[in-house]
C-alpha cells in the first residue's frame, strides 16, 4: 500500500486554463519524496486537490489506500499540509492556531494544548505562543505552519515550499526537523525551488511539467543520468598561458580559463577527475580547491524540462502540419 | 471521525467565533447597545410620548421587541458575514477544508457562532430596554423560540452572504439595502393595521414582519399576523437557507477553485 497513490489526475480551471493533463504519481510509506516543476507547472494544484482545496476534474486519488472521493473523511485525517502562502487568521494567537486546527481534526483541547507545547518547542516557537501570527517574522510564520500541519500527527506530511524566503540558518534547522519525523515514520512530500534541499532530502523524486508528469524514479537513479559535470577549480597561482590547456592530453578536457586563477572543467561521467588533476600537476599547475558549477539535480531538471518542452513544441508543429495537410 | 471527534470539531468552532466577537467586545456588543438606548430615548420617551398607545400597549413599550429583534438580525447576520468572509480572505477558510470536518458542522458551527452574539446583544438590548420600560413578559417560551430560529436564520444568510463575496463591499451590500429596509419596514415602529390597505398587502410580502410580530407576541402579547404562519415562515426559511448553504459548501462555490 501506498502512502499517496494518484493516477490520471486532470484539471481544467472554469478560465478553460487546463493545468493538470494526466498526472500519476506513487509514493512510497515513509518515503521523502520530492515533487519538482518549473512556475506553473501544476505542483500547487496538484497539492491543492491532494489536500480538498481544489476540485479535481478526473482521475483517482489514494492516500494510505482510502479512496479519497468515497472515504475522505479518512484520507484528510492522514494528511497534514503546508502551504505555499500564509493561510492562518493573522489575528490569532500562535498556541490558539495550533489547539484550534487540533480541534477541527476532533482532538480535545487539553491533548491538543500538549501538542501544541511539543512542536512550538521542537521548532522554537514556544516564547512566542502568545504572540499575534501578524507579529511572527516571515521564518517563524513558516515554522508555526509546519507545527499546525503536525498537530494531528498525520501520517503523510506535504510540504509546499516549506522553505521560501527563509534564510539558510532557519532553512538547515528546518531541514534537520523533517529528516527527524521522517525518520520516526512521517511520509514527506516536499516541493521546492532549492534544488540541494530536494537532493540532499529526498529519496525519490517526480518532476512536473504542463500539468504531466515528465520524471518519476529514485533521486539516485536521476542523477545517474547525468553524462557530465562542471567543476570550477580555484589556482593556487595565476596561470596566464593559456595554451597549456589545448596542448598534450590536456586538450582532451574541455577546460576554460574564466581568469587567471580559475578554470572551469566538464568531466564525461566516465573520465577520471583523478587523471585531470596528475596532468595538471605535471604542467606545474596546483588546485587550490573546487566546486560544482551547478547542483546535479538543477543540471538534471533543466535539461528534463528543456526536453519536455521541445517535445511538446515538436509535437505542436507536427499536429499543426497534419492539420494543414488535411486542408489541403 | 466518530461522534466525539466531530463534537470536539464543532465545539472548537463555536468557540474560536465566541472568542473572536468577545475581543473585540466595543465593536461587536457595544454599539448595538448605545443605538438602542437611543432609539428608546428619541423614539420612545421624546416621539413616542406625542403618539400615544398601539393596541392598548403604551408606544414604548410597542417598540421594545422589534428594538431587541432588530439588534439580534443585524448581529447574528454581521457575525457570520464578516467572520467567514475574513476567513477567506485571509485564507484561514483552508485550515477546515483541509480538515477532515463534515460540511455541516463548519456552516453548524458559524451558524452557532451567530446565534451566540445574538444572545449577547439581545441580553445587552432586553437590560438597556429594562431601564426604560417595565415589560412583563407574555411568554417566555415563544419568545426564546422565535429568538433562536431568526438569528438562525439570519446567520445561515450571513454566512451565504460570505460565501458569494469577492470583496469587503460585497458582505455590506445585503444589509444595507436589503436587511435594513426590510427591518425597518417590518413594523417595528408600527402596527400595519396602521397602513392603508395597499401597502398592509405589500408588508406581508415581507418575512420580517412575521418574525417581529411573533417576538411581540412573545413579549407583549400581541400581533399583527397569524402566529402559526410566522413561525411556519421563520422554519421554511430556516430549512431553505441551511439546505442552500449546504449545496454552496458541498460544490466548493467561492471557497474551492
Given at each position: 500500500?501506498?502512502?499517496?497513490?494518484?493516477?490520471?489526475?486532470?484539471?481544467?480551471?472554469?478560465?478553460?486554463?487546463?493545468?493538470?493533463?494526466?498526472?500519476?504519481?506513487?509514493?512510497?510509506?515513509?518515503?521523502?519524496?520530492?515533487?519538482?516543476?518549473?512556475?506553473?507547472?501544476?505542483?500547487?494544484?496538484?497539492?491543492?486537490?491532494?489536500?480538498?482545496?481544489?476540485?479535481?476534474?478526473?482521475?483517482?486519488?489514494?492516500?494510505?489506500?482510502?479512496?479519497?472521493?468515497?472515504?475522505?473523511?479518512?484520507?484528510?485525517?492522514?494528511?497534514?499540509?503546508?502551504?505555499?502562502?500564509?493561510?492562518?487568521?493573522?489575528?490569532?494567537?500562535?498556541?490558539?492556531?495550533?489547539?484550534?486546527?487540533?480541534?477541527?481534526?476532533?482532538?480535545?483541547?487539553?491533548?491538543?494544548?500538549?501538542?501544541?507545547?511539543?512542536?512550538?518547542?521542537?521548532?522554537?516557537?514556544?516564547?512566542?505562543?502568545?504572540?499575534?501570527?501578524?507579529?511572527?517574522?516571515?521564518?517563524?510564520?513558516?515554522?508555526?505552519?509546519?507545527?499546525?500541519?503536525?498537530?494531528?500527527?498525520?501520517?503523510?506530511?506535504?510540504?509546499?515550499?516549506?522553505?521560501?524566503?527563509?534564510?539558510?540558518?532557519?532553512?538547515?534547522?528546518?531541514?534537520?526537523?523533517?529528516?527527524?519525523?521522517?525518520?520516526?515514520?512521517?511520509?514527506?512530500?516536499?516541493?521546492?525551488?532549492?534544488?540541494?534541499?530536494?537532493?540532499?532530502?529526498?529519496?525519490?523524486?517526480?518532476?512536473?511539467?504542463?500539468?504531466?508528469?515528465?520524471?518519476?524514479?529514485?533521486?539516485?537513479?536521476?542523477?545517474?543520468?547525468?553524462?557530465?559535470?562542471?567543476?570550477?577549480?580555484?589556482?593556487?597561482?595565476?596561470?596566464?598561458?593559456?595554451?597549456?590547456?589545448r596542448s598534450g592530453e590536456l586538450a582532451k578536457f574541455e577546460i576554460q580559463?574564466?581568469?587567471?586563477?580559475?578554470?572551469?572543467?566538464?568531466?564525461?561521467?566516465?573520465?577520471?577527475?583523478?587523471?585531470?588533476?596528475?596532468?595538471?600537476?605535471?604542467?606545474?599547475?596546483?588546485?587550490?580547491?573546487?566546486?560544482?558549477?551547478?547542483?546535479?539535480?538543477?543540471?538534471?531538471?533543466?535539461?528534463?524540462?528543456?526536453?519536455?518542452?521541445?517535445?511538446?513544441?515538436?509535437?505542436?508543429?507536427?499536429?499543426?502540419?497534419?492539420?494543414?495537410?488535411?486542408?489541403? | 471521525?466518530?461522534?466525539?471527534?466531530?463534537?470536539?470539531?464543532?465545539?472548537?468552532?463555536?468557540?474560536?467565533?465566541?472568542?473572536?466577537?468577545?475581543?473585540?467586545?466595543?465593536?461587536?456588543?457595544?454599539?448595538?447597545?448605545?443605538?438602542?438606548?437611543?432609539?428608546?430615548?428619541?423614539?420612545?420617551?421624546?416621539?413616542?410620548?406625542?403618539?400615544?398607545?398601539?393596541?392598548?400597549?403604551?408606544?414604548?413599550?410597542?417598540?421594545?421587541?422589534?428594538?431587541?429583534?432588530?439588534?439580534?438580525?443585524?448581529?447574528?447576520?454581521?457575525?457570520?458575514?464578516?467572520?467567514?468572509?475574513?476567513?477567506?480572505?485571509?485564507?484561514?477558510?483552508?485550515?477546515?477544508?483541509?480538515?477532515?470536518?463534515?460540511?455541516?458542522?463548519?456552516?453548524?458551527?458559524?451558524?452557532?457562532?451567530?446565534?451566540?452574539?445574538?444572545?449577547?446583544?439581545?441580553?445587552?438590548?432586553?437590560?438597556?430596554?429594562?431601564?426604560?420600560?417595565?415589560?412583563?413578559?407574555?411568554?417566555?417560551?415563544?419568545?426564546?423560540?422565535?429568538?433562536?430560529?431568526?438569528?438562525?436564520?439570519?446567520?445561515?444568510?450571513?454566512?451565504?452572504?460570505?460565501?458569494?463575496?469577492?470583496?469587503?463591499?460585497?458582505?455590506?451590500?445585503?444589509?444595507?439595502?436589503?436587511?435594513?429596509?426590510?427591518?425597518?419596514?417590518?413594523?417595528?415602529?408600527?402596527?400595519?393595521?396602521?397602513?392603508?390597505?395597499?401597502?398592509?398587502?405589500?408588508?406581508?410580502?415581507?418575512?420580517?414582519?412575521?418574525?417581529?410580530?411573533?417576538?411581540?407576541?412573545?413579549?407583549?402579547?400581541?400581533?399583527?399576523?397569524?402566529?402559526?404562519?410566522?413561525?411556519?415562515?421563520?422554519?421554511?426559511f430556516n430549512i431553505l437557507l441551511f439546505s442552500y448553504a449546504m449545496h454552496?459548501?458541498?460544490?466548493?462555490?467561492?471557497?474551492?477553485?
Open positions: 500500500m501506498y502512502a499517496l497513490e494518484i493516477r490520471d489526475l486532470k484539471k481544467t480551471y472554469k478560465n478553460g486554463t487546463q493545468a493538470l493533463k494526466g498526472v500519476d504519481l506513487h509514493v512510497e510509506q515513509g518515503d521523502f519524496f520530492a515533487l519538482l516543476g518549473p512556475n506553473g507547472a501544476g505542483k500547487s494544484t496538484t497539492i491543492g486537490i491532494i489536500s480538498g482545496l481544489v476540485n479535481k476534474s478526473a482521475g483517482e486519488i489514494r492516500v494510505f489506500g482510502y479512496d479519497f472521493d468515497r472515504e475522505q473523511t479518512q484520507a484528510k485525517s492522514c494528511i497534514g499540509l503546508v502551504p505555499q502562502e500564509f493561510n492562518f487568521n493573522q489575528f490569532e494567537r500562535v498556541e490558539e492556531i495550533l489547539v484550534n486546527q487540533g480541534g477541527y481534526y476532533g482532538i480535545p483541547r487539553p491533548l491538543a494544548y500538549e501538542r501544541a507545547e511539543t512542536y512550538l518547542k521542537q521548532l522554537a516557537l514556544w516564547e512566542k505562543r502568545h504572540v499575534m501570527a501578524r507579529e511572527l517574522s516571515g521564518g517563524m510564520k513558516r515554522r508555526l505552519m509546519i507545527a499546525r500541519a503536525l498537530i494531528h500527527q498525520p501520517r503523510l506530511l506535504i510540504l509546499d515550499e516549506p522553505t521560501a524566503g527563509v534564510d539558510i540558518e532557519i532553512r538547515r534547522s528546518m531541514w534537520q526537523f523533517l529528516e527527524k519525523i521522517n525518520q520516526q515514520g512521517t511520509t514527506i512530500i516536499l516541493t521546492t525551488h532549492y534544488l540541494e534541499e530536494a537532493e540532499s532530502l529526498c529519496r525519490n523524486i517526480a518532476i512536473i511539467d504542463h500539468g504531466c508528469t515528465i520524471e518519476h524514479t529514485s533521486m539516485k537513479r536521476l542523477l545517474n543520468q547525468l553524462n557530465n559535470e562542471t567543476f570550477i577549480l580555484y589556482l593556487q597561482q595565476p596561470l596566464t598561458d593559456e595554451t597549456i590547456l580559463l574564466s581568469d587567471e586563477n580559475t578554470l572551469e572543467v566538464s568531466i564525461d561521467k566516465d573520465s577520471h577527475i583523478n587523471q585531470l588533476f596528475n596532468l595538471l600537476t605535471d604542467q606545474q599547475i596546483h588546485v587550490l580547491s573546487m566546486r560544482n558549477k551547478t547542483n546535479r539535480l538543477e543540471q538534471l531538471f533543466m535539461c528534463l524540462v528543456d526536453k519536455n518542452r521541445n517535445n511538446a513544441e515538436l509535437l505542436e508543429t507536427l499536429q499543426q502540419t497534419t492539420e494543414v495537410d488535411t486542408l489541403l | 471521525m466518530n461522534w466525539s471527534a466531530k463534537y470536539t470539531a464543532l465545539k472548537t468552532i463555536i468557540i474560536k467565533e465566541y472568542l473572536r466577537f468577545i475581543r473585540i467586545w466595543m465593536q461587536t456588543v457595544l454599539p448595538p447597545a448605545i443605538t438602542t438606548a437611543l432609539y428608546f430615548v428619541i423614539f420612545g420617551n421624546l416621539i413616542g410620548s406625542q403618539i400615544g398607545d398601539i393596541d392598548g400597549y403604551k408606544y414604548m413599550d410597542y417598540i421594545v421587541p422589534g428594538l431587541i429583534l432588530m439588534a439580534v438580525i443585524t448581529n447574528a447576520y454581521g457575525n457570520v458575514v464578516s467572520s467567514f468572509y475574513s476567513a477567506k480572505f485571509q485564507k484561514s477558510v483552508e485550515e477546515l477544508l483541509v480538515s477532515p470536518i463534515p460540511n455541516y458542522l463548519i456552516l453548524s458551527g458559524y451558524v452557532m457562532g451567530g446565534i451566540a452574539r445574538g444572545i449577547i446583544v439581545g441580553i445587552v438590548v432586553t437590560v438597556v430596554a429594562m431601564f426604560f420600560t417595565d415589560i412583563e413578559i407574555h411568554s417566555y417560551s415563544l419568545s426564546l423560540l422565535v429568538f433562536f430560529l431568526t438569528a438562525s436564520l439570519f446567520s445561515i444568510a450571513g454566512f451565504i452572504n460570505a460565501v458569494y463575496a469577492n470583496s469587503f463591499d460585497d458582505i455590506s451590500i445585503i444589509p444595507t439595502f436589503v436587511l435594513t429596509p426590510l427591518t425597518y419596514l417590518g413594523g417595528i415602529f408600527y402596527s400595519i393595521e396602521m397602513l392603508p390597505e395597499f401597502w398592509q398587502s405589500i408588508s406581508l410580502v415581507n418575512p420580517i414582519l412575521y418574525m417581529i410580530n411573533a417576538f411581540r407576541y412573545g413579549f407583549i402579547g400581541i400581533t399583527d399576523t397569524d402566529l402559526n404562519v410566522a413561525i411556519s415562515i421563520i422554519v421554511f454552496l459548501l458541498n460544490k466548493g462555490i467561492g471557497i474551492r477553485q
